[in-house]
């Protein structure tokens, strides 16, 4: 989460948070944090904290983001980015729910009714989620072993008449050629120092990466 953050945080959120405490007093802001690099359900294209809301503490009062006017002006010049809410233009919960139900790589939406509640209704994408995840896991167990034994492209042609889990294989292919592509270059980097050396020179290289462990063994690997 902490790496997370440092790339979605910027000096307009602190600006914004300033603001708010400075001009409606006791408030809370809460964020939602999105990564690619951590995925829950859907995989936002950038890193970002997107305000979802502000929230009077005396009160509990919520404030939003388009709907409410004091949320626009603290927001005035600022780039970042937030959750728009809006009307649903539907009458009765019921028709919501039916009009987002078959939306596909979509979560759902949060409906907040005029009495103070909140609704989360999901779609049946997002409800299916578990076993697309308990699928995708098999799949790459399959996908990794298919790599080790030299048989990739049998495992793959399996899939021809299946285009989203080939499309899938793929891309793990693509990032599994990449990041040894990436520890070999390491290696070589490395080629003229002692082992202690090296593994302490690819330690630091590597700190801030998210396939820090896998890429220092990759590479260490290479070196020998």
């Known amino acids: 989460m902490r ?8 000096p307009d959120h602190e600006t914004l948070v300033l603001r708010a405490h400075g ?8 964020f939602e944090l999105l990564d690619p690099e951590s995925p829950i359900m859907e995989r936002p294209e950038q890193a970002s904290a997107l305000l979802l809301a502000i929230r009077r503490v005396e009160t509990g009062d919520y404030l939003f983001p388009k709907a409410s006017p004091e949320v626009g002006e603290l927001l005035r010049g600022l780039e970042v980015p937030y959750v728009p809410w809006e ?9 919501l729910y039916r009009n987002i139900q078959g939306l596909q790589g979509r979560e759902g939406f949060v409906l907040w009714l005029a009495e103070g509640d909140f609704l989360k209704p999901k779609t049946a994408w997002a409800l299916g989620f578990p076993t697309l995840r308990w699928e995708r896991a098999r799949l790459l167990a399959g996908f ?6 030299d048989r990739l492209d049998d495992f793959t042609a399996a899939f021809a008449g299946e285009p ?3 499309g899938e294989l793929l891309r793990w292919e693509q990032k599994l050629l990449g990041l040894l592509d990436q520890a070999v270059a390491l290696a070589r980097e490395v080629r003229a120092r002692s082992r202690k050396e090296a593994y302490a020179h690819l330690e630091d290289t590597l700190a801030n990466h998210p396939h820090k462990g896998l890429l220092l063994r990759m590479a260490m690997a290479a070196y020998e």
């Not at 001009?23 to 809460?30: D, E, I, K």
């Not at 009307?87 to 028709?95: I, K, Q, Y």
């Open 144 to 149: 990794l072993g298919a790599f080790l034994e």
């Open 3 to 10: 790496a997370s953050l440092a790339k979605a945080w910027t």
């Open 164 to 166: 989203e889990w080939q």
């Open 23 to 30: 001009r409606l007093g006791r408030v809370t802001l809460p």
């Open 87 to 95: 009307p649903a233009r539907v009458g009765r919960v019921g028709e």
